[in-house]
């Protein structure tokens, strides 16, 4: 395995220094996904394309999670009226 792991890191600096950036993001995603204990025949099969990684200065609390749109035609609900008389009067 781990010869596996050092010839995809060569051919991960090849496609580089060949300024084939596209493979070399492949290859570093099938050789991460090696280091966490998937086969080779796995990490081939992976489709990493959809994985981004995340952006320096927006890591942190919540940042991962995704954010939820709201349907078509969807509009907020009014906001009440701060001044409502639904309280009741106080007599002391």
Known sequence: M????????LRMEAAAAALDFELAKR??????LMRGGATLAEAE???TSGIDRQ????????TSQQRMTPPKG??????PDLMTGGRGKRRR
């Open 27 to 32: 290859l570093r995603d099938q050789l991460n």
């Open 55 to 62: 952006q320096p200065g927006k890591m942190g609390l919540g």
């Open 74 to 79: 969807w509009k907020p609900p009014r906001k």
């Open 45 to 47: 099969a992976s489709d």
């Open 2 to 9: 781990t010869s596996d792991i050092e010839a995809i890191r």
